[in-house]
């Protein structure tokens, strides 16, 4: 067998293209935690705030250790928290825009931020993906399973029929509208004539 590259399989006809997979380093479903690096970046911020310090780094820490992100074939989960446990849950299909963003503490982590934003309005984001060293492939991840709800077909009908580009289907969808035009343009001439008759 030879060494590198993608191995067509008996199925496939000699010279087809094959397939273009996203490479993801993880297998749907999983579930994903942060990595360490996100607790020195919240323990960093926290400092921040001065006197109340130990007050944010204590609510940044159990955030960070019970922060957990669901992924699935339908869509992406985030869960935290103790006293108050929260849960997000996000279809690909609501998924309008993704955005990576990192100060300067996260860049030198080797971390950033995620945001997937929906269209519900709300200027912040819906999900923030924190703590991810493999931001880049979980943003690919995002955007191919976005663009994958977006490209599903078409319900069946004259509609699926137009959309998947046949060529009998057009010409008699032309046909029809083409007669509409007709009808309609013999209508407003003869109306007139009515009119002038009537009068």
């Not at 990595?35 to 609510?59: D, Q, W």
């Not at 519900?120 to 703590?131: K, L, P, V």
Request: hydrophobic share 45%; with cysteine; aromatic share 8%.
């Amino acid at each position: 067998m030879p060494l590198g590259g993608p191995v067509a399989s008996s199925s496939t006809p000699p010279g087809a293209a094959l397939p273009v997979q996203v490479a993801s380093p993880w297998k749907l479903p999983t579930v994903l935690q942060p990595h360490r690096h996100l607790l020195i970046s919240y323990l960093l911020t926290a400092l921040l705030t001065g006197p109340a310090f130990p007050l944010f780094a204590l609510v940044r820490y159990f955030k960070f250790h019970t922060l957990r992100y669901a992924l699935d074939e339908e869509g992406i989960t985030m869960r935290w928290g103790i006293l108050f446990r929260r849960e997000v849950s996000l279809t690909y299909a609501r998924i309008q825009d993704i955005h990576l963003s990192s100060n300067v503490v996260e860049r030198w982590l080797g971390l950033a931020c995620i945001q997937i934003q929906t269209a519900s309005g709300n200027a912040q984001a819906e999900i923030s993906i924190e703590g991810l060293q493999d931001f880049e492939a979980m943003r690919d991840l995002l955007y191919s399973k976005m663009r994958g709800t977006r490209e599903r077909p078409a319900p069946a009908g004259r509609s699926a029929a137009l959309a998947s580009g046949e060529p009998e289907a057009l010409t008699a969808a032309l046909r029809e509208v083409a007669a509409e035009v007709r009808a309609l343009r013999e209508e407003l001439s003869t109306a007139p004539a009515r009119e002038n008759t009537d009068g």
